[in-house]
Structures are given as structure tokens and as C-alpha cells.
């Protein structure tokens, strides 16, 4: 069975500041692990996303995950927060050798809010 | 190029009744998944459909099913409607199944049962 972690629940920083929302998984394989934001009363916008090679990757508006094969995380980061930045963001996993197909596994969500 | 088109984007249903949605996905995309999303569960994978066939299911008793046409058009039907199955329901298209390719979303549909 895959699973993933979001321990915090909501993130508060301050605009210009750099800005770390923390995931961690557990798949019985190797991973496919994605980042999306939701912001309210709508769909999941996909961010990025890690497949094999750098462990830190580049996605959508300024965002950057690293992914850790030994502590089995995949932290969001982006350098400096945009108050525009605030929305709900999801992290999923997806088992490289699974049978589940396209099926995604997501941690409960962490509220970012950015504040001037 | 379009994103994925989920419709009705609202509808509000009384317990018992049962309800249809829909979901076109991005043009060229074979894989259609479909997402429960409430406040207390999250996000929970419901199915997925490729090429007409249901690829993959998750923990749903069988009022939820769904189905998939030939021109990768996918719709999710719930029969016998209880109060738990308000929800938004998401739609995701990828271009191809078990790989790692990215899913995208549409705006889903927010159903009220009351």
C-alpha cells in the first residue's frame, strides 16, 4: 500500500520570505511523486513533479521540490512567497512498479498563507 | 489546447435519487480518473478507465460506477444517494496509464445531497 504525509496542516509566511511545505511517503517500489495546488472552489493545477534522476526539481511559478530517497520525503520549496501564493497544496504518490495504474495516493493538504 | 471539461459544475440531489456526471478530457488523453474530494477524507481515488476499461478501483461500495466511451469521454454515476456523498468529484486526464505521466484536473463538480 502507498501512502504520503503532510504533517502541518497550514504554513504561514511572510511575503519575501523563502517558504518549505513538507511531505513524506511510503511506497512499496520507487516513487512517482507529484506536487498540485488547489486554490477554493477549484480543480487540482499540477506544480511538478519527480520521475528518476536530480533529486531536486523544477516546476510551475517559481517552485522547486527536493526529493530524498533516505528520509522518503519530497518537500515543496520556493525561494520567496508571493501572497498570491496562498492555497491549499497537495502532495501524491504514485508506485513506479504498481499495478494501480494512474492512481494517485494524497496526504491531507497543507494551507499556505502568505501574509505582507 | 482545452483542459479537462467536467459537467455540471453543481447539482444538488435528494437522498435515493442517483446522479450522473461528466468528464471530457484533454484532447489525445486515453486514461480518465476519477477523485472524491470532503473535508473529512480528503482526496480518495474512486476509478480509472483507459481505452474503455476500467484499469484500476478503489475502496467504493458498487452505487459508484463509471463508464468510458471511444472518444475517451468518461461519466461517473452514483445511485441510491445519501447525505455522504456530498462532495466536489474530480476528473483527471492523462495521456497514458501506469507511467509517470502528470494527471490534470478539471474544476469538478460540487454535488449537494440533501
Known amino acids: 500500500a502507498q501512502s504520503v504525509a503532510q504533517p502541518e496542516d497550514q504554513v504561514n509566511v511572510a511575503e519575501g520570505n523563502p517558504l518549505t511545505v513538507k511531505c513524506t511517503y511510503s511506497v512499496s517500489g520507487n516513487p512517482y511523486l507529484f506536487w498540485y495546488v488547489q486554490y477554493p472552489n477549484r480543480g487540482l493545477q499540477f506544480l511538478l513533479k519527480y520521475i528518476t534522476g536530480d533529486n531536486l526539481v523544477k516546476g510551475s511559478y517559481g517552485f522547486e521540490a527536493e526529493f530524498n530517497k533516505s528520509q522518503t520525503s519530497f518537500h515543496l520549496k520556493k525561494p520567496s512567497a508571493l501572497v498570491s501564493d496562498s492555497a491549499l497544496y497537495f502532495c501524491?504518490?504514485?508506485?513506479?512498479?504498481?499495478?494501480?495504474?494512474?492512481?494517485?495516493?494524497f496526504g491531507t493538504g497543507t494551507q499556505l498563507k502568505v501574509e505582507l | 489546447k482545452a483542459g479537462v471539461t467536467q459537467t455540471p459544475r453543481y447539482l444538488i440531489k435528494t437522498r435515493g435519487q442517483q446522479v450522473t456526471l461528466s468528464c471530457s478530457p484533454i484532447s489525445g488523453h486515453r486514461s480518465v480518473s476519477w477523485y472524491q474530494q470532503t473535508p473529512g477524507q480528503g482526496l480518495q481515488f474512486l476509478f480509472e478507465?483507459?481505452?474503455?476499461?476500467?484499469?484500476n478501483k478503489g475502496n467504493f461500495p458498487g452505487r459508484f460506477s463509471g463508464r468510458q466511451f471511444s472518444n475517451s469521454r468518461s461519466e461517473m454515476n452514483v445511485s441510491t444517494l445519501e447525505l455522504g456523498d456530498s462532495a466536489l468529484y474530480l476528473c483527471a486526464s492523462s495521456l497514458a496509464s501506469g507511467s509517470g505521466t502528470e494527471a490534470f484536473f478539471g474544476q469538478g463538480t460540487r454535488l449537494t445531497v440533501v
Open positions: 478507465y483507459f481505452s474503455e476499461t476500467q484499469r
Open positions: 501524491a504518490v504514485r508506485d513506479m512498479g504498481g499495478r494501480g495504474g494512474n492512481k494517485l495516493t
